[in-house]
């Protein structure tokens, strides 16, 4: 079974500051880690995916995270906060064989101030 | 190139009717599902089609949900008699399938902009 945790259901930060989402995942098989971002009123878009090599992944729109098999963690960055980055973020798991199907986090709401 | 897409983008009915929301995957996506988003329950799995067969329709609530796919292309759910608790928005995504050594697999998901269903 697989199941995801992100911690703060609201994280607030101001333009230009760091961003830090955080997701913890639990999974009985090797796992694809995956961030997706919703604006209102929109379908979720592919932010960034972990699936195997390399544990820090860079996504579009200048975020990465890094995936830590010791915490089972897969937190999603940002350096510098932009007014664009609003919105909500889910993070997901899957196995990696056969279907992939997707089991989502609560979602994180990402609020810029100016 | 053209995304998933999903119509209606609203639709709203009386307690009791049946609806159908239609999917339109990307071309060559063998691969689609279904997945619901509601307040209570957040992101939830419904069902996925590989071609026209659904290997796994575990998350449909109640057997007023089904869903079909014709032609390894178009995808419709029907709800039947529809209740308040189904009101949440419908999204569906779609993916490459392919076979590796040993096994099979699924690729990225992208996700259409859903339909929002209000049952009054």
């Known amino acids: 079974a697989q199941s995801v945790t992100q911690l703060g259901s609201h994280v607030s930060v101001s333009e230009g500051a760091l961003v830090l989402l955080r997701c913890n995942y639990s999974?009985?098989?090797?796992?694809?880690l995956f961030w997706y971002v919703q604006y209102p009123n929109q379908g979720l878009q592919l932010l960034l995916k972990?699936?195997?090599?390399?544990?820090l992944v860079k996504g579009i729109n200048g975020f990465e995270a890094e995936f830590k098999k010791s915490e089972t963690s897969f937190h999603l960055t940002k350096p510098s906060a932009h007014m664009s980055d609003a919105a909500e973020y889910f993070c997901a798991v899957s196995g990696h064989t056969g279907f992939q199907k997707l089991v989502f986090g609560t979602g994180t709401r990402l609020l810029v101030s100016p | 190139g053209a995304g998933v897409s999903q119509s209606p983008s609203n639709k709203v009915t009386e307690k009791g009717k049946d609806v159908e929301l239609r999917c339109d995957p990307i071309s060559g996506h063998t691969a689609l599902y279904w997945y619901r988003q509601s307040l209570g329950q957040g992101l939830e799995f419904l069902i996925y089609f590989q071609g026209n067969s659904a290997p796994d329709k575990s998350g449909l609530p109640s057997d007023r949900f089904s869903a079909e796919r014709t032609g390894g292309s178009v995808s419709t759910l029907t709800i039947q008699r529809t209740q308040q608790e189904d009101s949440a928005v419908y999204l569906c995504a779609s993916s490459l399938y392919f076979r590796l050594a040993g096994g099979q697999n699924t690729d990225t998901q992208y996700f259409g902009p859903g339909t929002r269903l209000t049952v009054l």
């Open positions: 972990y699936t195997t090599g390399a544990t």
């Open positions: 999974s009985s098989v090797p796992p694809y």
